[in-house]
């Protein structure tokens, strides 16, 4: 390949850039797509820019591969070859000890060479929009990654490793639409993840240790089936705080502490015990049909009841005043004092509006 690219036509980019001395060099679109065609790759001059910081050949369909030169540039910092045609990467890149960020999405990559491990410096790695089926097991020894894309490709399994403890500034890490299967506990060592998709994928459970990651802010389950069918459901519209809180307190019907109770089981507790009381007075010979009348009717009163949760020690008394000829429209009525909220910006305001239409809505004239 590299006899062949030597000659057609003349790489204009790459004697600038030597004779230059210049640190960066990109090289994209149908123009230079058209030369690597026509050449059968890129020019061997360009393996021999040592003093290149970064490089980047994006949108060129007609690359296929790298020559085993690329691992010359021993100053390489920054790496980008975006929607090309490349079916696989040398092991010459194990070479690049500068390298910071490689970004090889949009290509033909079934694999990723296991010298990648050896870039001890990498901390961005986008390799997704690929044919990826497996990683190489080394991967989380590049201690420093920040940032994983493995998005879009056919990976069934993520290496032991890789959310770990052997990475500890990871903080963003997105692998949707892959066939994942599971997810390991062990991705509650990442002290600093704040962002982790895998939607659609394949997970049949998300284990609870993730409510462990202290920085977690940003989670992505939609389109996974769950066996957990609460859980699916949440993650299909809740926001992150209440998916992780229902992850901590052990999920439905597991651990000690299970948070808030679901709503449909603390109405059959309620059930239990009031057929309990009837049947305890039955056999008690009591018959009080009556009595048993009398305490439904005290349960449901006692659901209008407004019980309050908090309240501020105001040094001035809030007076709520109710004119008597509205009675008849709203028999009922319940308070409470917002301070500090701006709403100017967007449609805040339609917002707190409609909010307060379902409040009311929900808990009857309110």
């Known amino acids: ?218 989670v992505n389950f939609r389109g996974n089936k769950l066996k957990d069918k609460r859980l699916e459901k949440m993650v299909n519209g809740c926001q992150t705080k209440s998916i992780l809180d229902y992850l901590r307190a052990g999920g439905r019907g597991r651990g000690k502490g299970r948070g808030k109770p679901d709503p449909a089981e603390k109405e059959e507790g309620k059930e239990r015990e009031r057929k309990k009381k009837r049947e305890k007075k039955q056999r008690a010979g009591r018959g009080g049909d009556r009595e048993e009348e009398d305490e439904e009717e005290e349960e449901e009163l006692n659901k209008l009841v407004v019980r309050v949760l908090h309240i501020s020690e105001s040094p001035t008394v809030v007076t709520v005043k109710v004119n008597s000829a509205v009675k008849d429209v709203r028999p009922y009525i319940v308070c409470c004092v917002v301070r500090g909220l701006n709403l100017k910006p967007g449609n805040a305001l339609k917002r707190f509006l409609t909010a307060q239409v379902n409040i009311a809505s929900g808990g009857g004239e309110g």
């Not at 230059?20 to 990109?26: A, G, Q, S, T």
């Not at 290149?52 to 070859?81: D, F, M």
């Not at 993840?193 to 940003?218: G, T, V």
Request: aromatic share 2%; proline share 6%; hydrophobic share 45%.
């Open 1 to 218: 390949m590299a006899g062949a690219a030597a000659s057609g036509a003349r790489w204009v980019e790459i004697e600038t850039a030597a004779r230059e001395k210049r640190r960066e060099l990109v090289l994209q679109g149908a123009a230079v797509d058209q030369k690597i065609r026509e050449a059968g790759g890129l020019a061997p001059g360009l393996y021999s820019l040592s003093l290149l910081n970064h490089l980047e050949v994006s949108r060129c369909p007609s690359l296929r591969a790298l020559e085993p030169g690329l691992g010359k540039l021993e100053q390489l910092q920054s790496l980008i070859l975006r929607q090309d045609g490349l079916a696989e990467l040398p092991a010459a890149i194990g070479g690049l000890r500068a390298l910071r960020v490689l970004d090889v999405s949009g290509n033909r990559l079934e694999a990723l060479p296991a010298e990648l491990a050896r870039l001890a410096e990498l901390s961005s790695l986008n390799a997704s929009c690929n044919r990826l089926r497996a990683l190489p097991p080394g991967l989380g020894q590049c201690s420093k990654l920040a940032t994983v894309n493995l998005s879009g490709n056919e990976l069934a399994r993520l290496p032991a490793g890789l959310l770990g403890e052997d990475l500890p500034l990871l903080s963003a890490f997105f692998a949707s639409d892959n066939l994942i299967e599971e997810l390991g506990g062990g991705i509650s060592n990442l002290p600093s993840l704040k962002s982790l998709d895998l939607a659609n994928n394949r997970l049949s459970e998300i284990p609870s240790e993730l409510a462990d990651c202290p920085k977690l802010k940003d």
